[in-house]
Structures are given as structure tokens and as C-alpha cells.
């Protein structure tokens, strides 16, 4: 029912930083939790941070605490993603998500709306 588009990613140093931006179309915005995961080359994607729509503040994996902040943006349908700090290690593709659940679900598996991707490179 909603459409999802990334982007903003791009080549960084380590220490550098980059805002994501995702932009939704087709659906009402401010019913649907919102994620963003990421996938590295041969590895599993992961969740990285959340924004529910019953309320509450953004909700971070451990390893972005304190270096990504989430926000949304329901007048203009938009979430962002405010990435700090960066390391080599947050290199991979970064995934915008939608559900309608509101149970703070980290589980891809919960998201039935995804976007494309945008790719993030962080150099040493």
C-alpha cells in the first residue's frame, strides 16, 4: 500500500557523516512504524533503528547508540536518518521499512514495505 524510496547515501571517511532520507508515497504515513535496516556483502540484513507510530521516541541497535539519530517527518511523508561518527564498519546498503504493527518489532520479517537501498561507504 506504501511506497518506499532512499536516499542520500554516498562515500564517507571514517569519523564523517551522511543524512539519509526516505520518502513515502501511496499510504498514510503517520499510521505506519518505520525501520531502517542495512545489509552488508554476505551478511545477514540487521536492524538498525525505528521510529513507532503509537508514540515513544526513536529506538537504536546498540552499535549506532549515541552516532545515528532517527526522525520522521509526517507532514511531508519523509524519514531521515542522521548518521554520525561513522565507522567501516556501518558500510552497506541502508533499507527504509514500513509496518503497521506497533510493537517496536526489530525482525525484518515484520515489515511487509521496503525501499530499494542506498548505498553507504564508509573509508578507513
Known amino acids: 500500500q506504501v511506497q518506499l524510496a532512499e536516499s542520500g547515501g554516498g562515500l564517507v571517511q571514517a569519523g564523517g557523516s551522511l543524512s539519509l532520507s526516505c520518502a513515502a508515497s501511496g499510504g498514510a504515513f503517520r499510521w505506519y512504524t518505520l525501520g531502517w535496516f542495512r545489509q552488508a556483502p554476505g551478511k545477514e540484513r540487521e536492524y538498525v533503528a525505528s521510529i513507532r507510530w503509537g508514540g515513544g521516541g526513536a529506538a537504536y541497535t546498540d552499535s549506532v547508540k549515541g552516532r545515528f539519530t532517527a526522525s520522521r517527518d509526517n507532514v511531508k511523508s519523509m524519514m531521515y536518518l542522521q548518521m554520525n561518527s561513522l565507522r567501516p564498519e556501518d558500510t552497506a546498503v541502508y533499507y527504509c521499512?514500513?509496518?503497521?504493527?506497533?510493537?517496536?518489532?526489530?525482525?525484518?520479517?515484520?515489515?511487509?514495505?521496503w525501499g530499494q537501498g542506498t548505498q553507504v561507504t564508509v573509508s578507513s
Open positions: 521499512a514500513a509496518t503497521m504493527q506497533d510493537t517496536g518489532s526489530t525482525w525484518e520479517a515484520d515489515y511487509p514495505y
